[in-house]
């Protein structure tokens, strides 16, 4: 099965610089990959995704980029927020054509913006 | 956006006691709705994978015995913890897969499980 890897698992970092989170998959099958943001006691929400057929992707603050060759992945968010504060965990999937395939998460990022 | 809704949001019952959630797709159909659990300070582990009108797919690990799943519509799915103990406290958390998103899964609010 799949198995994700996620660091830092602590990041602390000053109001308006810049947060990297890395993950590492070992399935070559998995070709969708989903970050998400949870708060304390709510739900995951997804924040951005990415295909394996896309090597970089943005929006706004967050942008995700994909090494397939590697099986890594990261999430680059500049210009943080105190609001950014949350854990974060990203998560990989193979898309099996019947769509039945869970997500397998990392075991996530405490991000704390400092004012 | 699609919506996925759990009730009850949090529930605290006896030791042996069993204890039913149910998971909802309010705005789509859902074939496939998927349960996670996840203990404090962690990180979400994929119980099993529910399918309409069939049987439910077990993680390694996870006893399908305990952790009764029913699909019984392209709406609803149930995850009943039977006989729960202590250990079972956790938060318990569903998700659907919106077809028309390609492999986008909706989560719902989750269900805070105390055992006592």
């Known amino acids: 099965g799949e198995n994700v890897e996620q660091h830092p698992s602590t990041l602390s970092v000053q109001e308006g610089d810049s947060a990297v989170i890395k993950c590492t998959y070992s399935?070559?099958?998995?070709?969708?990959f989903p970050w998400y943001k949870q708060e304390l006691g709510k739900r995951p929400q997804l924040i951005i995704d990415i295909r394996s057929n896309v090597g970089e992707k943005k929006d706004q603050r967050i942008a995700v980029t994909l090494n397939k060759t590697a099986k890594h992945f990261s999430l680059h968010i500049t210009e943080t927020q105190p609001e950014d504060s949350a854990v974060y965990f990203c998560a990989a999937t193979p898309h099996s054509g019947g769509g039945a395939d869970g997500l397998t998460f990392g075991k996530g990022t405490h991000l704390i913006i400092q004012p | 956006g699609a919506v996925v809704s759990q009730h009850p949001s949090w529930v605290i019952c006896k030791s042996g006691t069993s204890v039913k959630i149910e998971c909802r797709s309010l705005d789509f159909q859902a074939t496939t709705m998927f349960w996670y659990r996840q203990f404090p300070k962690q990180s979400l582990m994929l119980m099993a994978t529910s399918n309409e009108g069939s049987k439910a797919t077990y993680e390694q690990g996870v006893e399908k015995d305990k952790f009764l799943i029913n699909h019984a519509s392209l709406t609803l799915s149930t995850l009943t913890v039977t006989s729960a103990h202590p250990e079972d406290s956790s938060f318990y958390i569903c998700s659907a897969r919106d077809l028309s998103s390609y492999n986008e899964q909706f989560f719902g609010p989750g269900t805070r499980l105390t055992v006592l």
């Open positions: 399935d070559s099958a998995s070709n969708y």
